[in-house]
């Protein structure tokens, strides 16, 4: 994207480019440490989302303090990572990249309400990938 | 016997964080329903040199990105993300 200073406000950064910022939704408990909620995520049809979860929408675990800045979220899915899950505010929570293998980030936690019985279904989609993925330099190296 | 997958999660590791043992936990189920064996190896963030993360990652069939930031040394965190993309290695990061 060209924006070399792109930073977060979480650690403090002077950068005029702060595409990650406070989450602006309310907390559970007043004072809490985390925004623990557990809330509705729309999923954009055609996406490699669409075909993890199999559905357009899902509902997931939050456990932040910062999320996307909607000023920069168009921006970052203009230069090819595209935002493909949108919580209800239509404030960015799946990312990935279309030309890639599996390059699938989240803005939740899957691992929260993944269990023996019901493996979470973009875990179980990521191993998968990486069953099938060969490292291009996986043989011994010299020197 | 299954084949096993060698799968790197990057993060500061603690014992203490649920988000942490929840991640390790959750690719280990899921491994179950992939029908391999996974060789989950946790990384510090600050064992990823930022001009050679190949050292510590050029072995892995997928890279994971724990919660839990801010990490260690962010510098190595991104490196790991920039790493996995420009390799094609599978990337999840929550």
Not at chain 1, 8 to 20: I, K, P, R
Not at chain 1, 116 to 124: C, E, G, K, Q, S
Request: proline letters at 6%; hydrophobic letters at 40%.
């Amino acid at each position: 994207m060209g924006i070399g200073d792109a930073d977060s406000q979480e650690h403090g950064s002077a950068s005029q480019n702060l595409m990650v910022t406070a989450c602006s939704l309310p907390q559970r408990e007043p004072g809490a440490a985390y925004v623990d909620r557990h809330e509705p995520v729309a999923i954009k049809p055609g996406s490699l989302a669409a075909r993890i979860f199999k559905r357009e929408s899902t509902s997931e675990e939050y456990l932040c303090n910062y999320e996307f800045n909607r000023e920069y979220q168009e921006r970052v899915d203009a230069a090819g990572l595209k935002v493909t899950g949108f919580d209800e505010r239509g404030v960015g929570r799946i990312v990935e990249l279309p030309e890639h293998r599996f390059f699938v980030a989240t803005l939740f936690l899957p691992q929260l309400t993944s269990s023996d019985a019901r493996p979470h279904p973009y875990l179980v989609a990521f191993v998968e990938a990486a069953s099938h993925y060969k490292p291009k330099s996986s043989g011994a190296r010299i020197g | 016997m299954n084949r096993s997958v060698r799968i790197g999660v990057v993060g500061d590791y603690r014992a203490d964080n649920r988000t942490h043992v929840a991640t390790t936990n959750g690719l280990r189920h899921a491994a179950r329903v992939a029908g391999v064996s996974p060789e989950l190896e946790w990384i510090h963030t600050s064992r990823i040199k930022p001009d050679a993360p190949a050292d510590a990652l050029r072995a892995l069939e997928g890279i994971f990105i724990a919660p839990g930031s801010p990490y260690a040394s962010m510098d190595g965190a991104l490196a790991a993300i920039r790493f996995a993309r420009e390799q094609g290695a599978p990337l999840g990061a929550t």
